[in-house]
């Protein structure tokens, strides 16, 4: 860093030595809105791309490989994104989480849109920022805190647009840019190369998981809803505190899977005693799995907890325990989720078809072969998906140093 840190120094003292010119959002661009009026058969054999919002989301630069299509009439008015522009996503279920951003750093050579969930920033200059540099700032500490105060709701929270507008921004000279992305890229490649490796055993894992899961036509299958019990998740009103203060039971999210894995004993957030409902807790051992929003990511819990109503939770009924392996029907939930995604009712907020969901066919091989399947599929799985060891172990740790330099190099002295 020491090397890293001079050069930095050297740029600032020669370009900007009393510190760096902050401004409001809306002092230098415009915000625009995504794709509106659109219903569920827009989305179908569409004519024209759009960007979504788990690519916002998932990407700090656009993903512009893009295969989602949604039809747009000649003549019809919605806005298009351009190279340079900073998209966002609109609302999330916690503040912090709000806001998440995502830059446009290659030229766009045809209309492409944004869907309704998110929205866009546009520079008035684009000369004054590169791109790049964007896309490193806006995942910064600095930012991430800004854009988190902006955000309110109670269940789900959306950013005001009228508080983000006013967020100040650092605007270093182009130079000073160009030597911290420089910095900045020679981490995210090495992340890059090494999330290409993990990439490549991903896929021999999944080729061996759907080939152990082809369970013969011969073998004895049950309704879902016949050989499980399905409870709703539920968000406790943020508002009460007694809910969440020193809460002890597990409350998972999305967040606890993306960071965690899906094999899961505790969660990041906590609730307490007196925010159960009658239903009560979610047993050891059983799946959670969305049906809402971000469709088919499941996990197994292995311990007591609740979970946010984006997740159905699904527990092995008691005359089925000695039928069905809690392991094997976490596996087995992996073709499940294929079956949800392509059972869907809503455009703009998709959701599972529940009655159908109930009628999805478990497979009820004997307990030896299950326990065969799980032996090996834990295998793979804590290869490619425990954080803890290996590739996913070492990306991780790498991603930590990045976000360290990064948040070093992204802090500046404000012009006064």
Known sequence: MTKHKSNIENLISQFCPNGIPFKELREIGI???GLSGKSKTDFVNGNAKFISYMNVYSNPAVNTQITDYVNIAPNEKQNTVKYGDVLFTGSSETPDECGISSVVTNEIKEPIYLNSFCFGFRLNDKNIFSPEFLKHLFRSDYMRN???????????????????EKIKIPIPP????????????????????????????????????????????????????????????????????????????????????RLHGRILTDSSQHITKEAIKNSGLFPPNSIIISTTATIGEHALIKVESLSNQQFTCLTIKENYKEKLLPEFLFYYCFILSEWCKNNVNGASFQIVNMHEFKKFPIPLPP??????????????????????????????????????????????????
């Open 31 to 33: 915000l625009y809105n």
């Open 146 to 164: 800004a854009i988190g105060k902006t955000a309110s709701g109670v269940t789900r929270f959306n950013v005001s647009k009228a508080r983000f």
């Open 174 to 257: 182009l130079p000073i840019q160009q030597e911290i992305v420089r910095i900045l890229n020679s981490f995210t490649e090495l992340e890059t190369e090494l999330e290409t490796e993990l990439e490549k055993r991903q896929k021999q894992y999944e080729y061996y998981r759907k080939k152990l899961l082809n369970i013969s036509q011969g073998i004895k299958r049950q309704p879902l809803g016949t050989v499980l019990n399905l409870k709703n998740g539920y968000t406790p009103p943020k508002a009460k505190s007694e809910f969440w203060t020193n809460g002890t039971i597990p409350w998972f999210r999305m967040e606890d899977i």
């Open 367 to 416: 307990l030896s072969e299950q326990q065969r399947i799980v032996n090996i599929l834990d295998k793979f799985e804590s290869l490619v998906n425990d954080i803890s060891i290996g590739l996913p172990a070492e990306i991780k740790a790498r991603h930590k140093q990045y976000e360290y330099y990064r948040d070093k190099l992204l802090t500046f002295k404000e012009l006064t």
